[in-house]
Structures are given as C-alpha cells and as structure tokens.
C-alpha cells in the first residue's frame, strides 16, 4: 500500500507570495492532519480535516489555511509568506482521527518550503 | 505543552537493546500512549502504541507501567539505522497530536 505522499518535495519562495502544498493520504484514510517542524518551534499542530470538514485547529494565523477534497486529498494554502515561515510542512493521514486504537498517524516526508 | 518528558539524548551500543524512558504522569484514563521516530529530514515514522496492556510489533515493544504514568519503548536489537529522534505521545481520541522534542538516540558502532 503506498504511504501517504507530499507535493512538492521542495518549493522556494518569496516574501508576499503564497503557496499550496498538496497531500494524497493512504488509500482509505479519511483524515488528513498537516503539521509544521522548525527548528526552534519543533513539530506543531496546524489543522486536522475529516470528511472534506477542519475538525481541528491549531494556533496559527489565518494566513494558514487548508482545505479536504472528496477522495481525502487534501491541499494547504499559505498566503503572504514571511520569512518565518521557512519550514518542513508535514502531512499526516489516519483510518479515522488522530487517536484510537486503530487510527495512529502515518506521515510523509514532507515539503520543504524555503522563504527568501 | 507536550503532556511527556523524554531524556533529551542516549546512546546505545549496536546489537544491544536500546530502552527509551517517558514520563507521562498526568496521562487520562482514556489517553493512548504513541511512539514515533524522525530520521534526519524524514518524516515521522509510526512505531508502535498501547493504552496500558504492554504491547509488541516488528520494530518494538512497549511496556507501560501499571498506573501508566510512565512507559518504555524498548529495541531489542538496537542498529545504526535506529539513530533518530523518538517521540513519545499522549492522545486521547480526537486530538491532535502534541510532540515534544524527543529524545535523541544515537547508536554507536
């Protein structure tokens, strides 16, 4: 079974501009979680999106955003990029939420997003 | 905040069992504990999970002690390819995932 993949696997940018990151989850998983991981923050929490609805959000500003097709893939759209948010964007899917017995987290390898 | 505490760093000799400690003494009744590793550059791998019956797969065991305010994640044969960074996660249905920074392991030749 493929595990879940991430386009682009590197993407520049810069400052002002926006950007979609795009996520196919496992075959069967219904829910996506994105996270990002810096350096100085670690891995944190942006949303969660199960059945084309965000059932989770994190505390990051609204210039994140993110959405969940019909067939779970899923896309991230950050606009009016700034250099802090140069980050590994990391995508998770799971059978159902994150959590319970049967669903834990599968990620992938992630976008590296650079913002010059 | 993450709801565990991870020694920062360990090493381990290669072939030998590497013990990861964590400490999760606020865990609720209904709370699963999850481990997870990241190789450099990687995403994080799912390892293995339990709620308080210790529990083992192909790649670990995890041992989760009675009043499951701590467990041990457990290779048993520790190789080079083990170095990482593991982490130890607390999630009740739901949630979202919360990591703390883990503990580097580095396996030694």
């Known amino acids: 079974k493929a595990g879940v993949t991430q386009t682009p696997r590197y993407l520049i940018k810069t400052r002002g501009q926006q950007v979609t990151l795009s996520c196919s989850p496992i075959?069967?998983?219904?829910?996506v979680s994105w996270y990002q991981q810096t350096p100085g923050q670690g891995l944190q929490f942006l949303f969660e999106?199960?059945?084309?609805?965000?059932?989770n959000k994190g505390n990051f500003p609204g210039r994140f955003s993110g959405r969940q097709f019909s067939n779970s893939r899923s896309e991230m759209n950050v606009s009016t990029l700034e250099l802090g948010d140069s980050a590994l964007y990391l995508c998770a899917s799971s059978l159902d939420g994150p959590g319970g017995y049967n669903s834990p987290l599968h990620f992938g390898n992630g976008t590296r997003l650079t913002v010059t | 905040d993450a709801k565990t505490t991870q020694p920062p760093s360990m090493d381990c000799a290669e072939g030998r069992a590497a013990n990861l400690p964590c400490n999760h003494s606020t865990i609720s009744g209904n709370e699963y504990v999850y481990w997870y590793r990241q190789i450099h550059s990687q995403g994080p791998q799912y390892i293995i999970h339990?709620?308080?019956n210790n529990e083992t797969n192909e790649m670990a065991s995890l041992i989760i002690t009675e009043d499951r305010k701590s467990s041990t994640l457990i290779l048993p044969h520790a190789t080079l390819r083990d170095t990482a960074v593991y982490y130890c996660?607390?999630?009740?249905?739901?949630?979202?995932?919360?990591f703390g920074p883990g503990t580097r392991l580095s396996v030694l030749p």
């Open positions: 999106y199960f059945s084309e609805t965000q059932r």
């Open positions: 075959s069967g998983h219904r829910s």
């Open positions: 996660i607390v999630d009740n249905y739901g949630q979202n995932f919360v």
């Open positions: 339990g709620l308080k």
